[in-house]
Nanobody, 116 residues
Framework: QVQLVESGGGLVQPGGSLRLSCAAS????????LGWYRQAPGKQRELVAD???????SYIDSVKGRCTISRDNTKNTAYLQMNSLKPEDTAVYYC??????????WGQGTQVTVSS
């Protein structure tokens, strides 16, 4: 049974930083694309950033230059480093692990709140 466990969320002031982690069980991590999604109250879930099995990354425009996605295949863990956080970054952040056509798994989510 594959499980994804997110951690690292919390309350932070505007301009602050957080690093989210997503730890995966099983042996398919290194073959998967890892993505961080977020969902704010009353809004649809959106893809924030992802990283392919070969290490290619992509970001939504609103976080470019502020966030960095990375992965450590030796630890089966993906990360999202978030800097210069803004109130509009407030959301539940979800980790996603997939290989298109083969598998997709979600974590339980971690709350990020940016407020003074």
């Amino acid at each position: 049974q594959v499980q994804l466990v997110e951690s690292g969320g919390g309350l932070v002031q505007p301009g602050g930083s957080l690093r989210l982690s997503c730890a995966a069980s099983g042996s398919i991590f290194k073959f998967s694309t890892l993505g961080w999604y977020r969902q704010a109250p009353g809004k649809q879930r959106e893809l924030v950033a992802d990283i392919t099995s070969s290490g290619s990354t992509s970001y939504i425009d609103s976080v470019k230059g502020r966030c960095t996605i990375s992965r450590d295949n030796t630890k089966n863990t993906a990360y999202l480093q978030m800097n210069s956080l803004k109130p509009e970054d407030t959301a539940v952040y979800y980790c996603n692990m997939k290989r298109t056509g083969d598998w997709m798994y979600w974590g339980q989510g971690t709350q990020v709140t940016v407020s003074s």
